[in-house]
């Protein structure tokens, strides 16, 4: 029987606590065993308007920190609403600030702990949550200048001082020369495992302006992420009238989009050594583009003269996030789909904690066409070994071992 969680909407409830609030997903995650897997969540989530106050001190321009401390932050955000904020069993928007912390660590540090124990998190990769819609921002010196105050932010107080937490910090795409120089001063500091591209945008990142950011990443080992959303004032999603179509179609599309650009351009010959991956679009539009590529390249390979392969063999080698993976009738589609991707060694488990359609690490290990070894992989081995990690196992886990043991030895 399902423990009945509080309601987080109800003005009687004065405070609340992450690890009340998921404890069935605790108690699902012990059932599995999960202690025994090292999970690695590629794409986790916190609200950094919470903090504004603080990343804005990190702002260089003083005008610019003078108006976004004035505005509240509000002249850097371009939002159509937040349809995707719905009731649920996890904190949201300012329900979320009832929660209390104990003094010591920031609180980013202490909430973040709680949900990880509570899912079966090892290590987890945290992005913003407003800021990906940061993109199509008119004012370019904006997108920079927010995203180098949350970048040392993000870095001096949350990655210096918990080893748990990584990230592929906000590269500023509208300014090819301020993503470089972001690489180059961030690159080598401690918890950033790669860079990540805000897919909501319009500028041709196949330009060459680019290039030398690509080559900067390829040099140092870091991996580049293209992390999708969704955006309702685009000219054709304008032509929905319903949240879960913009939501349903968008955070597939600008991720098919950059990928189509990225080979017919020749990226991947271009910068073999670099590995990318493309994040929170789900899994179904992937075999969709691999056939549709290949059959449009076997017709004119002429205007892509830079491949060798077939598109299709390219995207094999890309990183794919796992989350939302679509919960299909036929299952056979989706053991297809891991098959045509390689899912074994190139899918990537992510939670999307804690947006309203996040998964949990049974959605994989629950996968009745997986051994566990492809398990293993896919909630953590893959990620450990592309970002270069060293073996982890919470301090949650290994008590959690330690009473199997005493269980089964009783």
């Known amino acids: 029987m399902n423990i009945v969680q509080p309601n987080i909407h109800d003005p009687s409830v004065k405070e609340i606590d992450t690890r009340v609030l998921l404890r069935n997903a605790a108690r699902e995650a012990n059932k599995r065993r999960l202690h025994d897997f090292m999970i690695v969540d590629c794409d986790a989530h916190h609200f950094e308007t919470d903090v504004f106050n603080e990343i804005f001190e990190f702002m260089d321009d003083p005008v610019l920190r003078r108006l976004a401390q004035y505005t509240k932050g509000s002249f850097t955000m371009r939002t159509t609403g937040n349809y995707s904020e719905m009731s649920g069993r996890v904190p949201r928007l300012s329900t979320r600030k009832r929660e209390k912390v104990p003094p010591g660590d920031h609180r980013e540090i202490i909430v973040a702990r709680r949900w990880m124990d509570a899912i079966g998190i090892d290590v987890a990769c945290l992005f913003p949550t407003p800021m990906l819609g940061l993109g199509t921002h008119p004012q370019v010196a904006t997108e920079v200048g927010l995203a180098r105050a949350y970048n040392r932010w993000l870095v001096e107080k949350i990655l210096a001082e918990e080893s748990r937490l990584k990230s592929m910090l906000y590269l500023p795409m509208n300014d090819p020369d301020a993503s470089l120089k972001m690489i180059e001063e961030f690159g080598d500091k401690k918890g950033v495992i790669g860079f990540m591209v805000t897919s909501v945008r319009y500028k041709p990142l196949y330009d060459n302006a680019y290039m030398k950011v690509y080559a900067a990443l390829e040099e140092r080992g870091l991996p580049l992420s293209f992390h999708s959303a969704t955006n309702w004032s685009d000219q054709g999603m304008q032509l929905t009238n319903q949240f879960i179509a913009a939501h349903a179609l968008g955070f597939p599309w600008f991720n098919m989009l950059h990928l189509t650009n990225w080979l017919v351009n020749g ?82 488990y992510s939670s999307d904690y804690p947006h309203w359609d996040m998964d949990l690490p049974s959605t994989i290990y629950d996968l009745p066409f997986l051994d566990e070894q492809a398990k293993r992989n896919i909630l953590g081995e893959n990620a450990r070994k592309l970002f270069k990690l060293e073996a982890y196992v919470s301090g949650a886990k290994l008590a959690q071992r330690a009473g199997a043991k005493a269980d089964a030895t009783s």
């Not at 691999?290 to 059959?295: A, N, S």
């Not at 890309?318 to 297809?336: F, G």
Request: include cysteine; charged fraction near 30%; aromatic fraction near 10%.
């Open 267 to 348: 990226l991947p010959e271009r910068f073999p050594k670099l590995k990318v991956i493309w994040i929170e679009s789900g899994l179904a539009w992937v075999p969709f583009l691999m056939q549709r590529l290949d059959h449009e390249y076997m017709m004119r390979s002429s205007e892509c003269p830079s491949l060798k392969r077939l598109p299709s063999e390219y995207m094999r080698e890309m990183y794919y996030s796992s989350q939302p993976m679509e919960r299909v009738r036929n299952s056979k589609a989706l053991e297809v789909t891991f098959e045509m991707i390689n899912a074994k060694d190139q899918l990537l």
